[in-house]
């Protein structure tokens, strides 16, 4: 079992929309957790942090469900610029382990 | 607030020759990454250095690959010989935080390497 997993994708979706990422950890010590956000052919940059009693930015919900090891990542109101791959990252140890992402297109 | 720099940004080489990246971190940033990144998947980290000393290397394939951080501040990584399975993009990335912590890491542009 992969130590973060992600379903690759796309998740194409209208413009306005609202769409929702999940993201399951294999490791309960996990101790961190994070969305970075990559373009095509650019580096990951954070999106955000999340945290055990969720949390909200904007049009970007995440929560974090310790019980079942999963990470959700909510996106209302899709806008055009939101097309990337958000990467899911849970950090334990020294270490943090990316998830080989999502890709979302957002379509007029 | 410069960010962090790596160089040369792209790179082909031939199998079995030799490659090496640079990477300039955020001033003042105690921890520095290299990561590998393959198409379709997501950065792995190859090392991890706290200041000048390395705090995780068990994911970097040593017969072939090598870095160092002199100084606590620039580092290189070099891959000698390189395999067709190398090509990726190596990612440099910085945070602030001493080992034990996660703050937000900043990465750089990357370099990609195509190995022919």
């Known amino acids: 079992r992969k130590e973060v997993e992600q379903d690759p994708g796309p998740f194409n979706v209208p413009e306005g929309a609202t769409v929702a990422f999940n993201c399951t950890y294999s490791?309960?010590?996990?101790?961190?957790f994070f969305w970075y956000r990559q373009d095509c052919r650019k580096e990951p940059k954070l999106l955000m942090s999340?945290?055990?009693s969720g949390n909200e930015d904007g049009r970007f919900t995440a929560q974090l469900n310790r019980a079942s090891q999963y990470i959700s990542l909510l996106i209302r109101d899709s806008k055009l610029s939101d097309s990337a791959t958000y990467l899911c990252?849970?950090?334990?140890?020294?270490?943090?382990?990316f998830g080989t992402g999502t890709q979302l297109k957002v379509e007029l | 607030e410069a960010g962090v720099a790596q160089s040369p940004r792209y790179k082909i080489i031939e199998k079995r020759q030799s490659v090496a990246f640079w990477c300039n971190p955020i001033s003042g940033h105690a921890t520095l990454y290299w990561y590998q990144q393959i198409l379709g998947q997501g950065p792995k980290l190859l090392i991890q250095f706290q200041n000048n000393g390395v705090v995780d290397d068990s994911q970097l394939p040593k017969d072939r690959f090598s870095a160092e951080r002199l100084k606590g501040v620039d580092s290189t990584l070099k891959i000698q010989p390189a395999k067709l399975e190398d090509s990726a993009v190596y990612l440099c990335?910085?945070?602030?935080?001493?080992?034990?912590?996660?703050?937000?890491?900043?990465f750089g542009p990357g370099t990609r390497l195509t190995v022919l």
């Open positions: 490791n309960s010590a996990s101790q961190s």
């Open positions: 990252v849970v950090g334990g140890g020294n270490k943090l382990t």
């Open positions: 990335a910085s945070s602030p935080t001493l080992a034990g912590g996660f703050d937000e890491q900043f």
């Open positions: 999340v945290y055990s």
